[in-house]
């Protein structure tokens, strides 16, 4: 709980830190694998994002987190298309996973396909109505599509 509360704040240093504390205890603890998964990414740990994704496929190759962890590996590497395709794979083992959804939104956006991007934000925001993560992104991407009175109405609705 400690790492979410963390990573919400956008504290990657800490967030890492007790990810890693929670593997220490527990190696397959999945409690915050997706929190861990994306501290790596965000803060550009290629390597050790890729000796996770490599445990969790070997551990657990039907489970959406090990092929969220190829794509955030292959999202943080620049190559969209590959992360793409395992973020697709990810939603599809877990259709209920909005951080797979998030990601998936995300390579696209990377990419400029704005309404794959926004589909995936609001599919995400689908699955949880009271999350505010998929606002943000759906603020973001109308920010960077230069849509502004969209983008204003998404972020404030993300911060309430």
Not at 3 to 15: E, F, M, N, V
Not at 129 to 157: C, I, Q, W
């Amino acid at each position: 709980l400690a790492a979410i509360h963390a990573y919400a704040k956008y504290d990657l240093p800490l967030t890492l830190s007790y990810c890693q504390l929670l593997e220490k205890a527990d190696l397959y603890c999945q409690n915050a694998a997706y929190v861990h998964i994306s501290a790596l990414a965000s803060l550009g740990y290629k390597r050790p994002l890729f000796q996770l994704a490599h445990r969790l496929v070997d551990s657990s190759p039907k489970a959406a987190k090990s092929w969220y962890a190829v794509g955030s590996y292959y999202y943080a590497c620049g190559r969209y298309d590959l992360a793409q395709r395992h973020f697709c794979r990810a939603a599809r083992l877990d259709p209920r996973s909005s951080e797979c959804w998030i990601a998936f939104g995300c390579s696209f956006a990377a990419c400029d396909e704005s309404d794959q991007a926004l589909a995936s934000y609001r599919a995400a925001s689908r699955l949880n109505p009271g999350d505010h993560y998929p606002l943000l992104y759906m603020g973001m991407e109308y920010v960077r599509t230069n849509h502004l009175s969209l983008a204003s109405h998404f972020l404030k609705s993300a911060w309430r």
